[in-house]
């Protein structure tokens, strides 16, 4: 396909803030002081004072504004269009929970304030650890974790410190091989060794392999296994109670990647299914908006044998006395806790549009948004079933899913010579975000698909349609999606470059500030985007 | 139909047919009967936007906020004035709803506002390399050190006390995982003891970590207490407070390795704690070992300049067990909300700001060390935070100033049994000269009560004075 003419998008080159810079313009009015202007080397020894001011942008407010507007509108989002990366819960992010995480009593609340004086704070993070112990099926709930992986990390001390006031020292953390990366990462930051367990062919654990793990490392060596249920495959592993039986038996907590909690809200509960600690995304599952990487925030969900470890300080409730109605506290006092995991209380703004959320949906409701969440995967899956795309891209694992789906793109790149990336690319043009692509690893030319439960059937219908187009293009002209993406702001990237020779700031000076130091590095553009978003 | 979602009874039947089932409970087979839940959650219903918004608005109601207490309350977050442009960019559906910019043709707003962004600290910092953000400030220390034991295959951390309390605790519950051992080295004069800190740190050390301005408002000589860091071979890991750095020689002229830091007082709410971002800056020779997310510049096929993720083989989702660090969603619209805060303030606005900081915080210590009962805990150099100590019992004073609407400071005592009469004052732009006036008025007031109070308390043995 011959290249287009330049998109307007594509004419305006990318131009920094920096770029826009000149001396004397400001955009800052400051107060006058309004007391006695000595000079600063009278209050601060030279030696401690800096000599250069930082670079920083001198810009009018006008082009501040213009240049993140225009920066703004480079990026594809949510409220744009149809989003089904896998395993990340692109779902709607309700206005409503802008507008009272941004009213004073929360957005200006000190964190250092006195308990007493931020009665309402410490509530609501209550009763949302009171809802969330209620989803999970677990007593003992902690807000502070600030993402997945933070509550994994979590999740990990706390199993040691388990383990550890038992008198035992634990090293093997067992892992599908479906796992997100983070899981794997969590447990090399956590002291433990990972051991990965196979899938097998109904896309759950593979019971067989996982009693020879066990029995390879030693049942007394077993800490844990980390597991999402649904797994990445958005398959539900059916064998989860004698999962649990085993680890159980051996000794070892289950520890739950919430991850993918959006399929089973209301359904089914970790906590019954035997699982030990929870984490949850309330960036996920709760509605809060994503931020183009955060934030976020992962509290954990734990059951009673784990709950003396939880992080401090944990929020307390203290009864009715003295005709005053109940009161809330931090406790500090919890000697056997693993500790801080990070400042202050943790992401309260994410926790009062949670709240928020569970509010507006109710038990019903949460139930409803994972059952729909549960028809549009299986109706998107039907879709992609018929036609090209049932020949050319095939359901990994061909059972009823939940939440989300894995195609495999094998046949797509054997008969068209169109690689995962490239359809990934192609639907670009189509106005769509495409899934996760080569991800999970196990699925080859993996494509992951989770399209939610706030999406029109009308959106999924377009988005099974662009398939079938480009599929049918491929057919006649398989250079267009090779090519592919012809429409937006800048088309294909060389990363390998980004990465061999990174450029990581703006240079104010030749030299370029590149710095190529260590090893050489390869970014292989087949590399997993998306789906472990944690 | 339940809130945001779209299925009407017509679709739903269409869809079930099409996948061949009679009903969403097919679907959900799958789960073993036993366990599936079988009844509502114990939750209540679902309520109209209004009542939500009537419900939350309450609960923020019993909050005592900035907005209605006159707040000299920092430690380690602070009420700075967030420009209104901060808050209509942020709230962009485009920067508000994408998630991480894995396709990089269509993120590069957001990339390039990472780019933007590592520029900026990397200037603020005086260190080459900077990552697009982290959780936050202690969570960051925390991955310092896990980076300091990848590079130095050493296991020791040498901490000053004036770092945050909150960074060493979680120095503390990170390194039981990682298997490090973290030595504590106390303050002389409200700085770091130089030297219990040269004797402290030996050929096993891996990271010397150090606070500046530290938790008592003092700026440390970082050049001089980081020689003993540089003479065995340590990481020199220095937190700081970005909004200072317009005007405090930066922590990569004073020979740190790495810069790390709470980012809130740049663009972002006090939230009662978060969001926020945490910031990693290092040497080139660390970059490769960075937690966390990196833009790069590059190029597209057509040779049009544009941004990527940047040395995505040190992350959790290429090299999994063997990624520098777990790290995943980070806090990217709390980065863009600073940067914009940065270029808001620009390159004459963030050293004007810093030098009102310093004249205002200067103004409120000899304020407040004139008053009766109130002595300075130091005389180190400080920006926008210092440490007294008071002659009264600190949370009885604090009430008493709180009755007259004003947040006097921080216990030092909730951290420091050490400074159990010690209180941390925090002076922003928000502060104004008045209101500094009158914080030295309420607590000269309430000390002089709670000592009357003491004298009637012996005279009387009735309980007198407290005030919720």
Not at chain 1, 345 to 373: C, H, K, M, P, W
Not at chain 2, 371 to 378: A, D, I, T
Request: with cysteine.
């Amino acid at each position: 396909m011959t290249p287009l003419a330049e998109a307007p998008m594509q004419r305006e080159r990318a131009t920094t803030i920096y770029e826009k810079s000149k001396t004397g313009r400001r955009a800052a009015v400051l107060p006058d002081a309004g007391v006695p202007e000595t000079p600063i080397e009278d209050l601060i020894p030279a030696n401690l004072l800096r000599s250069d001011p930082p670079n920083l942008p001198e810009v009018a407010e006008p082009e501040i504004v213009r240049h993140y507007n225009r920066l703004s509108r480079r990026n594809f989002d949510l409220d744009s269009g149809f989003y089904p990366l896998g395993s990340c819960t692109m779902k709607h992010n309700p206005r409503l929970n802008e507008r009272v995480a941004a009213l004073p009593g929360h957005a200006r609340l000190h964190p250092a304030q006195d308990p007493r004086r931020a009665q309402g704070a410490l509530e609501l993070m209550y009763l949302l650890q009171q809802s969330l112990s209620e989803i999970c099926g677990l007593p003992g709930v902690s807000l502070q974790p600030s993402a997945g992986s933070h509550g994994e990390l979590a999740g990990l001390l706390l199993t040691r410190a388990y383990h550890a006031d038992r008198g035992e020292t634990r090293s093997k953390v067992l892992a599908p091989d479906t796992a997100h990366g983070t899981n794997p990462a969590s447990v090399t930051m956590a002291g433990y060794e990972v051991v990965k367990v196979a899938t097998n062919e109904r896309g759950g654990v593979d019971m067989d392999d996982l009693r020879a793990k066990i029995a390879a490392e030693g049942p007394d060596q077993i800490a844990s296994l980390m597991l999402t249920n649904p797994n990445t495959l958005g398959l539900f592993d059916e064998n989860i109670e004698e999962i649990a039986a085993l680890i159980h038996e051996a000794g070892g907590t289950l520890y739950y990647d919430g991850a993918n909690l959006n399929a089973i809200m209301g359904r089914t509960r970790p906590g019954d299914m035997g699982f030990d600690i929870v984490h949850l995304n309330l960036h996920k599952s709760f509605s809060q908006p994503h931020g183009g990487g955060g934030p976020g925030a992962g509290p954990i969900a734990v059951s009673s044998r784990i709950e003396p470890f939880l992080p401090r300080p944990q929020v307390v409730r203290k009864d009715a006395e003295n005709g005053h109605g109940p009161s809330f506290d931090l406790d500090f006092d919890r000697p056997r806790s693993i500790g801080r995991l990070r400042g202050f209380q943790g992401n309260f703004g994410v926790f009062v549009r949670s709240y928020a959320y569970i509010l507006s949906l109710g038990a019903d409701g949460l139930t409803e948004a994972s059952e729909t969440a549960v028809l549009n995967a299986n109706y998107l899956k039907a879709r992609l079933a018929e036609g090209r795309a049932g020949e050319r891209l095939p359901i990994a694992f061909d059972r009823h899913c939940m939440h989300e789906f894995v195609l495999s793109g094998r046949p797509m790149k054997n008969e068209l010579g169109l690689a995962t990336l490239d359809l990934a690319k192609r639907l670009l043009d189509f106005g769509f975000h495409p899934p996760t692509v080569y991800f999970p690893l196990l699925v080859d030319e993996a494509l992951m698909v989770e399209p939610t439960e706030t999406e029109t059937k009308e959106s999924l219908d377009a988005f099974a349609d662009a398939i079938e187009e480009i599929l049918a293009e491929a057919e006649s002209d398989p250079e267009a999606a090779k090519n592919a993406p012809y429409s937006t702001p800048v088309r294909r990237l060389d990363e390998v470059r980004a990465t061999r020779k990174p450029v990581v700031r703006q240079s104010f000076d030749a030299p370029a500030a590149a710095a190529a130091t260590g090893e050489a590095d390869f970014n292989d553009a087949t590399s997993p985007s998306g789906g472990s978003d944690a | 139909m339940s809130r945001y979602t779209s299925a009407t009874p017509d679709d739903r039947a269409e869809m079930l047919a099409a996948i061949g089932v009679a009903s969403v409970d097919d679907l959900f087979e799958q789960i073993p009967g036993r366990l599936r839940l079988g009844r509502p959650l114990e939750l209540p219903a679902g309520m109209s936007e209004a009542e939500v918004y009537e419900r939350l608005a309450a609960l923020a109601g019993r909050n005592v906020d900035a907005e209605e207490q006159v707040s000299f309350l920092g430690a380690g977050m602070y009420d700075h004035y967030v420009p209104a442009i901060v808050d209509a960019i942020t709230s962009r559906s485009e920067f508000l709803t994408p998630y991480t910019p894995y396709q990089p043709e269509i993120s590069q707003g957001g990339l390039q506002v990472m780019f933007e962004f590592q520029t900026a600290m990397s200037e603020l910092t005086g260190l080459p390399v900077s990552n697009a953000g982290l959780y936050e400030g202690p969570s960051s220390v925390a991955s310092a050190g896990y980076l300091a034991m990848g590079a130095t295959k050493r296991r020791k951390f040498v901490v000053s006390r004036g770092v945050h309390p909150h960074s060493r605790e979680t120095l503390a519950t990170y390194s039981v995982g990682y298997g490090a051992e973290v030595v504590e080295v106390g303050l002389e004069g409200g700085v770091t003891d130089s030297a219990a800190l040269a004797a402290a740190v030996d050929d096993e050390t891996a990271a010397v970590i150090m606070q500046s301005p530290n938790f008592l408002g003092a700026v440390e000589d970082v050049e001089a207490l980081g020689a003993a860091a540089k003479e065995h071979g340590a990481l020199l890991v220095v937190a700081c407070d970005p909004m200072t750095l317009g005007i405090l020689k930066p922590p990569g002229e004073c020979g740190a390795d790495i810069a790390i830091g709470e980012g809130q007082p740049l663009g972002n709410r006090l939230d009662f704690g978060g969001p926020s971002f945490g910031f990693f800056c290092a040497t080139e020779a660390q970059i490769r070992r960075m937690p966390g997310r990196i833009a790069g510049e590059t190029e597209d096929v057509d040779g049009r300049r544009g941004f990527v993720l940047a040395l995505q083989t040190r992350e959790q989702h290429i090299r999994r067990e063997k990624a520098t660090n777990n790290i995943c969603t980070a806090q990217a619209l709390n980065a863009l909300g600073a940067m914009v805060h940065l270029a808001w303030l620009g390159r004459e606005g963030f050293r004007e700001l810093g030098e009102l900081l310093v004249r205002r915080t200067a103004y409120a210590r000899e304020r407040l060390a004139a008053v009766e009962g109130v002595e300075l805990l130091h005389d180190e150099p400080v920006v926008r935070e210092f440490a007294v100590r008071l002659d009264a019992p600190v949370d009885r004073v604090l009430d008493r100033v709180a009755e007259r609407g004003i947040a006097a400071g921080y216990p030092l005592g909730r951290d420091y049994e050490e400074f159990e009469d010690g209180l941390l004052v925090a002076v922003t732009e928000r502060r104004t000269p008045e209101q500094i006036d009158g914080l030295a008025e309420a607590l000269g007031a309430a000390i002089a009560a709670e000592r009357g109070a003491n004298v009637a308390d012996s005279a009387t043995t009735a309980p007198q004075g407290a005030v919720a």
